[in-house]
């Protein structure tokens, strides 16, 4: 069970690098080589994307799961006082999320003498009945913002690949939409596996976000550079 | 309490468009102006970046929310049918959820009665209590996706706007920092007011999120084209 849950965060944390990794640094790529006339600039702009992007959502992705541990252990401490110094309130808090569903008081009070005779079991109900607060895992965050951001960074080499390896920028373009169109139907398709939404629909989807974003990113930059 | 709960989905909408949309085009053109002689180009990178950043997390917000709702959906008929199905199987399913909480099952058994004389508070109750799913808000997908697009780009043309105005790109570059870093603070600030994490603390962060991928990427791109 544990080990899980761990293997479904880590998975998540992939999914979150590589979606945004294979599809803005494709689709800038893209954009730049409508309107200029050399890969130099287009690997130049796409490696300092995929250093920036990486970079803002690893440490953003760390932030924020610390945020979210900082806030389930400081609202631990307040239902920790709130039980034992505004008891009546929190016993009446327990009848009002079994009201919710239609559970009378009568028939509330049992669980609510069993939840007070042990307090820590009764704080943790508290935690994810009142507050739907789930414990977050410790440690999580340095893992979290690893995970993103090299994910992101291995999901930005394949579109930037081609234009490092071949010379001519409209061929380099061309292999470019080839090889991440196919490795966001892949990325897709095991994603709608793994989430239980259907591998065909997921594929599809990824690969539309990443050819709408392209596709306005190269116009975009015709419209500006209309000489290349 | 409606009003409360969608303007919450909004800020927090607002909040992940702007934080990249700062973050990302400000890092991008900085690294290339750290490497390019005009700024013709980091506008060009920076503009198509903020097209495709904004469609890529846009679209993906809309499917991730488009997702959640199906989900919900889904499972929830799954319970309805259980329920009725397979109620033994449920009603167990109650007690454990109970015996996590140190709760016995003599205890739980008025609770189940009451849920049994109304399924369709039963089902929410396993929604909830069993699943740790809530239900996602109507039509958010279309407006989710719309908000966190425009912040993107809200946030992208701040970084952009000197380099548009001012000739010299050294100026821009440095003009850019200023209100980049500036807007970052503030939007840092209003976001651990409203999250309740500390102002200061917060703005203290976004800062050092913008700064740290900027710095990367100027590094990186100077490292790339020594000479300019």
Redesign the interface.
Known sequence: MEGHFESTAAVRDIVIGL??GL??P???AA??SG??ASSR?V???G???I???S???G??GY?AAR?DS??YAAEKRREELEIVERTRDEEEEIYEI?Q?????R??????L???K??PS??V??MM??EL?L?EPEPNRAHRSALTIALAYVAGGMIPLAPYMLVVDIKQALLLSIIITLMALAIFGAIKGKI?G?GWLRNAI?TV???G???G??YL??RL??PHA
């Open positions: 979606s945004d599809t803005v494709f689709a800038l954009g730049l309107a200029l600039i690997v130049l702009a490696l300092a994307e250093a920036a992007g970079i803002a959502m440490l953003g932030l945020g900082e806030h079994f919710k569903y239609s559970v009378p009568s028939n509330a009070a049992p669980v003498e069993a939840l005779q042990n079991a009764w943790d109900f994810r009945f739907g789930e989430v939404t989807q539309l976000i990443g709408v974003a392209a306005a990113a975009l930059a500006l550079e």
